[in-house]
């Protein structure tokens, strides 16, 4: 293992039981990934908490990404891609952002969610939970806004450009406590789900 972290694979994310939907190893998600089929890896702590998910469906020109802050197993961030969208520009386009945050006894405190279209449109709902309110917009990205929601589909285990929780900046750009600066080697796992 390399700093401690390392991937799991599987078919999916369960957040409930912090584990795979039908684990398996790296070379039969590799295989999935042929048949494109949907695969799951999950980067995880050293205490086997998840840190970031990827969830992609080759078949269903889906991809999403959670991240966790590694102390629940909700994800505090989310970011879902679509490839079945008219007047696409690359294979994925980021289209719906979750974010979440909480208080420090863990209580959700604040939610957004923020759907984009490939014409620029952009919708935004939050929800202050403290204030109970909700708000509601909507707007346009400018063109060259637009540009940072394309995203090439991933090779099988090149996950650094959709695990980039910053989307406006490039790889090399990332905060150094990044998911895309903490990515080891899809090869390197911890221990057998299946055990």
């Known amino acids: 293992m390399t700093n401690g972290y390392y ?3 599987g078919n999916q994310y369960n957040d409930m039981t912090n ?11 590799r295989l999935i990934d042929q048949a494109e089929e949907p695969y799951c890896a999950v980067l995880r ?21 959670d991240f966790f802050d590694g102390h629940r197993r909700e994800p505090y961030l989310q970011y879902t891609f679509n490839g079945d969208l008219p007047d696409m520009q690359a294979d994925l386009f980021h289209q719906l952002t979750w974010a979440r945050t909480w208080n420090r006894k863990g ?31 909507e707007g346009e990205l400018t063109p060259e806004r637009l ?13 650094a450009s959709i695990l980039r929780e910053e989307r406006s900046k490039p790889v090399d750009q990332q905060a150094k406590d990044s998911v895309t600066r903490l990515l080891v080697p899809i090869e390197t796992t911890g221990p057998d789900p299946r055990d």
């Not at 939907?21 to 998600?29: N, T």
């Not at 959700?108 to 939970?129: C, I, M, N, Q, Y």
């Not at 540009?147 to 996950?159: I, L, S, V």
């Open 19 to 29: 584990g795979m939907v039908y684990p398996c190893d790296v070379d039969e998600a």
């Open 107 to 137: 209580d959700l405190t604040h939610g957004a969610r923020f759907k984009f279209w490939t014409d620029r449109r952009v919708t935004a709902s939050e929800t202050d939970v403290r204030k109970q309110t909700k708000t509601s917009s």
């Open 7 to 9: 991937w799991t694979w």
């Open 45 to 65: 702590l050293p205490g086997g908490m998840p840190r970031a998910a990827v969830m992609i469906s080759r078949r269903g020109n889906f991809g999403r990404t």
């Open 147 to 159: 540009t940072h929601h394309w995203e090439p589909f991933p090779t099988f285990g090149d996950f």
